[in-house]
């Protein structure tokens, strides 16, 4: 019952509120009738005080104190019976009630103190034994809703019958999971923000902006091993409505075991995606065709270029705990699965996993234009620190032209980071590898035009029997390795020097260029680079440098 609730009662009839009218939704739990001058040592919170002030009489400072310590203890109100030993209350003590927010109470001659308490005792009495039913009927509703598998949103409606409120389930990341029929679109938007900006497991109270007016809100968290959604009450507080704390008693079950169902699906999904690319790192999945068919339940597919960004929480890199409340693993999974929802909101197509501490962004790019941006990253720190509230580092790999490539993106996004951080020391950092060799420019290349450019150049020597064509390709290799050397070539190879002008010959009639021409010789070089990278097969070897399969 609350303070307000009073004046429906005949024997307030009468009554008038001196101050601290807006503290009436103050919950009453008992009422007491004392006139000792000790009495606030015998005073409970949220306990209403019936008095005639006897023992205080003609002391205004006492009463003042009274009312002060009263609303610092957490009582409900003060209900004051004039006309006998106080004839008027002293404007300091109603100054005192209105500055504390503390519901100060006239009451008339009418009703004797002890006919009031009684009527107060036994409308606490009534409305508690009807909460008791409230309750009792909520339990089995929830029990039969757990039974025949309801939606949450049965849950919410139910709910809101019983508190007289609307409901929405959010999780923490702002996503709607379920509402009640009152609990309108704008409401729910508006309600996001309770769960995006709570502490984790904090109970919060907050007004705001929902289309031209304000919205009131009151979250609670619903927990499993970390406080995983909030259960939002829309339109004002309900913590101290009569009922309230029993029914949350009943709902907040059933809501931790319907979160914690989804928790272990997206636990299942999460081992199996690290699985994923685990393997895509190391190798065990080596073609193109295996890791986009692999790969399509967590997004991967064929584009024009793929590259490889790690995010790395600054502060747990320290082996600090953030958040007391969330371990570190549920942490990371915060950070990943918020990281990608501003990704996606941001225009960006990527896949994210969880690799070695860090997450593991992969992006899928239409050009090389899109690759050098890092506008959308630095953009991204900085809102990981004020939605998370720890800084992160980013390492940026080199995009490659296929999938079977990613491996080495992520090595250079690892190595390159780890080479900034250490120079930067306790500053968060943005790490972009750079082009330092001929392989990171190829690979910078989209695999189709390598292999044009590479069948346009050595086609008619690869379509030889594989004999024949190793040792063309064999003896080129050297040949161009050796700066155009015929008798190095020939003590390199243990062959003659006609042997290996034989075999040049036939390689300028094959791809009808000169070796004798220094573009034509470019054009072979990398051409026979290229090739390397593409026939490169050792696992070993692609998980170190992360070349093509």
Known sequence: MRVS??????????????????????????????????ILDFLKPHELLVTTAYALRGDTEKLVELVRQMAKKGCAGLALKTQRFWFSIPEEVVAAAREAAFPLIELPNTYALGEIVSACIAHLMDRRAAEWLESMRAQKEFARWMMEGRSLDDLLNSLERA????????????????????????????????????????CIWMCV????????????????????????????????????????????????????????????????SESY???????????????????????????????????????????????????????????AEWSKRWLVEAGEDVSVFLWNRHVAVVRHLPSQDQAGKEGTFRALQAQVWMAMGYPVSIGIGNPVGNV????????????????????????????RAGVRNLSDLVHLLPYEKLCEFREAVLGPILALPAD??????????????????????????????????????????????????????????????????????????????????
């Open 5 to 38: 609730d009073l004046f429906a009662l005949p024997v307030f009839e009468g009554a008038r509120w001196l101050a601290g009218k807006d503290g009436g939704w103050r919950t009453v739990e008992s009422v007491n009738m004392m006139d000792a001058p000790d």
């Open 163 to 202: 508190i007289g409120r609307p409901f929405a389930l959010l999780e923490w990341t702002g996503e709607r999971l379920a509402a009640s029929d009152g609990a309108g679109e704008t409401e729910v938007l508006s309600a996001r923000w309770a769960a995006v900006s709570a502490e984790p497991g904090k």
């Open 209 to 272: 902006r929902g289309g031209s007016r304000g919205t009131e809100i009151e979250a609670f968290p619903v927990w499993i091993d970390h406080p995983c959604a909030y259960l939002i009450a829309i339109g004002g507080r309900v913590s101290h409505l009569p009922g309230f704390q029993r029914m949350m008693a009943e709902v907040m079950p059933v809501l931790s075991v319907e979160m914690g169902k989804r928790q272990a699906v997206r636990d299942g999904a999460r081992r199996a």
């Open 277 to 335: 690319f685990e393997a895509v790192v190391s190798a065990e999945l080596a073609t193109e065709a295996e890791i986009v068919t692999a790969g399509k339940p967590y997004g991967i597919h064929r584009a024009a270029l793929h590259q490889c960004v790690l995010l790395r929480p600054f502060a747990m890199s320290r082996d600090r705990q953030v958040r007391p409340a969330i371990p570190r693993s549920r942490e990371m999974e915060r950070l």
């Open 404 to 431: 079977e490539g990613l491996a080495r993106s992520l090595k250079e996004a690892w190595s390159t980071l780890e080479e900034e951080q250490r120079r930067a020391g306790d500053r968060p950092v943005i790490a």
């Open 468 to 549: 024949e064509r190793d040792v063309l390709l064999h003896t080129l290799a050297t040949f161009l390795d050796l700066h155009g050397n015929v008798a190095e070539t020939g003590k390199q190879l243990y062959l003659h020097r006609n042997t290996v002008l034989y075999r040049l010959g036939k390689c300028e009639q094959l791809c009808k260029l000169s070796l004798k021409d220094p573009d034509a010789t470019l054009q072979i070089r990398l051409a026979l680079h290229i090739h390397r990278l593409m026939t490169r097969v050792d696992p070993q070897a692609q998980r170190v440098s992360g070349v093509w399969g």
